[in-house]
């Protein structure tokens, strides 16, 4: 059984950063995707960046060059450093893992449902 605990979380200004974690355990995957989603209120859950175990990432486009997403093995913990925060980066964070989606499709090409772990989520509010 995969748990995933995210840390991190707060509130911040515009401009800002925050670095949030995920700490691993029960970790049997030997081809997976792994990464961070957020949900804003009233939205939909959105994928925001991802990894493979190639350590292939992936962005989405809305934070490509303001997101860096990192991997301590060692430790079994996801990282994603946000900078130059917005407010429509507002929402709640969730670190998930799976290995259901196809080998042929790049991480953010798999569907929520492939993601078979995820963990309770921490909140990022960035104010104006």
């Known amino acids: 059984q995969v748990q995933l605990v995210e840390s991190g979380g707060g509130s911040v200004q515009a401009g800002g950063s925050l670095r949030l974690s995920c700490a691993a355990s029960?970790?049997?995957?030997?081809?997976?995707?792994m990464g961070w989603f957020r949900q804003a209120p009233g939205k939909a859950r959105e994928g925001v960046a991802f990894?493979?175990?190639?350590?292939?990432?992936t962005y989405a486009r809305s934070v490509d060059d303001r997101f860096t997403m990192s991997k301590d093995s060692a430790k079994n913990t996801l990282y994603l450093q946000m900078n130059s925060l917005k407010p429509e980066d507002t929402a709640m964070y969730y670190c998930?893992?799976?290995?259901?989606?196809?080998?042929?499709?790049?991480?953010?090409?798999?569907?929520?449902?492939?993601?078979?772990?995820w963990g309770q989520g921490t909140q990022v509010t960035v104010s104006s």
């Open positions: 029960g970790y049997t995957y030997s081809r997976y995707c």
């Open positions: 990894t493979d175990h190639r350590g292939m990432r």
């Open positions: 998930a893992a799976g290995d259901g989606g196809s080998p042929y499709v790049s991480c953010n090409g798999w569907s929520q449902g492939d993601f078979g772990s």
